[in-house]
């Protein structure tokens, strides 16, 4: 089905732990972005791609890493997990405007 | 820089209220604005947007229109119903090359229905 995935939908892993949340979409979509979901902040974006290779930082980047090889997959990585890195996390893309969002992973960190 | 500013929740309302949710921005230039609204367990999706001044964007029963002079985008609703209790976001989006099609977001606005 068309549209754009996020996996795994809930995780939970140990501070120090590597973690990988993916994000694909089957539109072509240029653009895709990483945000995060905390009480109190909204939604903060942690990373962007304009294009395949071609990737930048948001507001929130420090502990986390992205790559994007593929126009469609544009996963992202806790290096080393820490506490404060609990939240819900959204994938988007788009093309122009509206951004079109996954369902979120939720990764608690113990 | 840029922002968005979003009247605080939650927002209470019995079923067949009237519904406001303020949104106001700061911004230069044109930008276009958007209301994304996000029900439990969801991605955020668009709820309507506008792309100039004057504009009214309409869906699924709610509006809200571009006032530039007032530099705001309120959004409204006749009459909730429960399945319209969600998060509601405000957002606005540079119109130019080098925005890279970034939204500045409003830290949203929790909306509880009643019957």
């Known amino acids: 089905d068309a549209g754009i995935t996020q996996s795994p939908r809930y995780k939970i892993t140990e501070t120090g732990r590597q973690v990988t949340l993916m994000c694909h979409q089957t539109w072509s979509h240029s653009y895709m972005f990483w945000y995060r979901q905390d009480l109190g902040h909204g939604l903060r974006l942690i990373y962007y791609?304009?294009?395949?290779?071609?990737?930048d930082k948001g507001e929130v980047p420090d502990g986390y890493v992205v790559s994007r090889s593929k126009t469609e997959n544009f996963p992202l990585t806790l290096e080393s997990a820490t506490r404060s890195q609990t939240s819900v996390y959204f994938c988007?893309?788009?093309?122009?405007?509206?951004?079109?969002f996954g369902d979120g992973t939720r990764l608690s960190i113990l | 820089g840029d922002s968005v500013t979003q009247m605080e929740g939650p927002v209470t309302l019995s079923e067949e209220a009237f519904l406001t949710i303020n949104c106001t921005y700061t911004a230069t230039g044109y930008p276009s604005l958007f209301w994304y609204v996000q029900y439990p367990g969801e991605g955020l999706q668009l709820l309507l947007k506008?792309?100039?001044a004057d504009d009214k964007g309409s869906n699924k029963g709610f509006e809200a229109t571009y006032r530039k002079e007032t530099t705001s985008f309120h959004l409204e609703k006749g009459s909730v119903q429960v399945s319209d209790s969600a998060v509601y976001f405000c957002?606005?989006?540079?119109?130019?090359?080098?925005?890279?099609?970034?939204?500045?977001w409003g830290l949203g606005t929790s909306l509880a229905v009643n019957p």
């Open positions: 988007a893309s788009s093309s122009g405007q509206p951004q079109h």
């Open positions: 791609s304009a294009a395949a290779d071609i990737t």
């Open positions: 957002a606005l989006s540079q119109n130019n090359a080098g925005n890279n099609r970034k939204l500045i």
């Open positions: 506008a792309t100039k």
